[in-house]
């Protein structure tokens, strides 16, 4: 599969991107004109395109970072701990660490909602180092984060080479993009059609995937030989878009510097619906014994001595359990899924007594799809969801609320 954009000295326009690559569910890594404006390229990198760890460590030095060691391995994942980030590059600069990655550092956000740092700490440099591409622009989940929660999906990689990120698919198949600042990155990618292949035998998609491609065991993972996938090298400036549902594995070349979104809309909105469904069957196999001492205990012989009527809403309380069991194992549950859903959805329609403010600027009308095209893909999903023997729409709190509002803005 050929993935770079055919122009390298212009970026699509949101309309080709859309049609090629959005609805195509396809990968493409476009040249640097699509970032050219940023502050990074000239801040974070030298004129011999090293990077300036010194900058970096004046500017940013104080913001604690989370940092993988890709020497261990801790189930599906690294061993991780908090540092600063100033200690981490000091590691690096004395020839040491070269096996930390800095992964998931939320920069912007920290940025944009923190004007200074704490007494006795440098002060952080607040100018903004990036912006969103424009066809990167129409992102529910980071709309929704910025607004009603501390969290978001924006983050800055920083690694020595040879550190990596395992294969694994992002959070809810939903789409990401990243872009070398800085450094070389090599790609594994696997489209939705060879995930079958990548499991252990016999075992269970969410924990039993491959651990590192370049190295597999063939007898624990007989089908993976099979697998065909795309490699690729990124090069400096360059922007890759990884499509939902593609799992992949990250290799840093050189040492390298990236910036990251993971992001969804409506185009991929029913592959989330989905696999938050999966992920809800998922957790009621594995609490299956939960559930079974639930339902006992609501039985006729479980009854006090003052009512002859069983137990109520042992139902009610299982149901809270798999949607705080699913939130914690993937960061949402129903309730989010549809709150974002919801925003999303009233912002697009310019309902602002619906939508909270937001650190995510409002995306116009022509960086997203047509109106009639996002509500369609909404009721869908709707229209699925009341449908599900669990009922969730009516057990869990201020769901139907929810609910109830988005039918309004779409019928």
Request: glycine residues 4%; contains cysteine; hydrophobic residues 30%.
């Given at each position: 599969m050929y993935l770079r954009?055919?122009?390298t000295d212009a970026a699509p326009s949101y309309t080709e991107f859309l049609n090629e690559y959005l609805l195509a569910n396809k990968p493409v890594i476009i040249g640097p004109s699509l970032i050219s404006s940023w502050a990074a390229l000239s801040r974070w990198v030298n004129e011999d395109l090293s990077i300036d760890w010194e900058y970096l460590k004046t500017a940013y030095g104080s913001c604690e970072v989370t940092v993988a060691d890709c020497s261990t391995r801790d189930f599906s994942d690294q061993k991780r701990e908090k540092m600063l980030f100033r200690?981490?590059?000091s590691l690096w600069q004395s020839g040491n660490g070269q096996s930390s990655y800095v992964k998931d550092w939320h920069l912007a956000r920290t940025l944009a909602t923190t004007s200074s740092s704490p007494p006795?700490?440098?002060?952080?440099?607040?100018?903004?180092?990036?912006?969103?591409?424009?066809?990167?622009?129409?992102?529910?989940?980071?709309a929704y984060y910025s607004a009603y929660t501390e969290d978001d999906f924006r983050f800055v990689y920083v690694g020595a080479a040879g550190t990596f990120t395992p294969l694994h698919r992002d959070v809810y198949t939903s789409y990401s993009w990243s872009t070398?600042?800085?450094?070389h990155k090599r790609w594994w990618l696997f489209p939705p059609d060879q995930t079958h292949l990548l499991f252990r035998k016999g075992g269970e998609e969410h924990l039993e995937t491959a651990y590192d491609v370049r190295n597999v065991?063939?007898?624990q993972y007989p089908l993976f030989n099979l697998a065909k996938p795309t490699v690729v090298e990124q090069g400096p400036g360059e922007t890759i878009f990884v499509p939902s549902g593609w799992y992949h594995q990250v290799e840093n070349l050189t040492a390298c510097i990236s910036i990251n979104h993971n992001w969804c809309n409506s185009v991929n909105l029913p592959s989330l619906y989905d696999s938050m469904c999966a992920k809800v069957t998922e957790v009621e196999h594995a609490l299956e014994d939960v559930k079974q001492l639930l339902s006992q205990s609501a039985s006729p012989a479980a009854t006090d001595a003052t009512s002859s009527e069983p137990h109520k809403g042992w139902e009610d309380e299982w149901i809270a359990i798999v949607q705080d069991v699913v939130e914690k194992d993937a960061g949402w549950n129903w309730l989010t899924f549809w709150c974002m859903v919801r925003h999303a959805l009233a912002l697009a329609m310019d309902r602002f007594d619906l939508a909270s403010e937001t650190l995510w600027p409002h995306?116009?009308?022509?960086l997203m799809p047509s109106l009639h095209f996002i509500t369609e893909r909404i009721r869908a999903c709707c229209d699925d969801f009341v449908k599900r023997p669990q009922h969730?729409?009516?057990?869990?709190?201020?769901?139907?609320t929810v609910l109830a509002d988005i039918h309004q803005l779409i019928d």
């Open positions: 954009y055919p122009r200690d981490v590059v006795g700490e440098d002060a952080l440099n607040p100018d903004p180092f990036y912006t969103t591409p424009d066809i990167f622009r129409d992102d529910w989940m980071n070398n600042v800085c450094g065991d063939s007898n995306t116009p009308r022509e969730e729409i009516a057990l869990v709190p201020t769901l139907n």
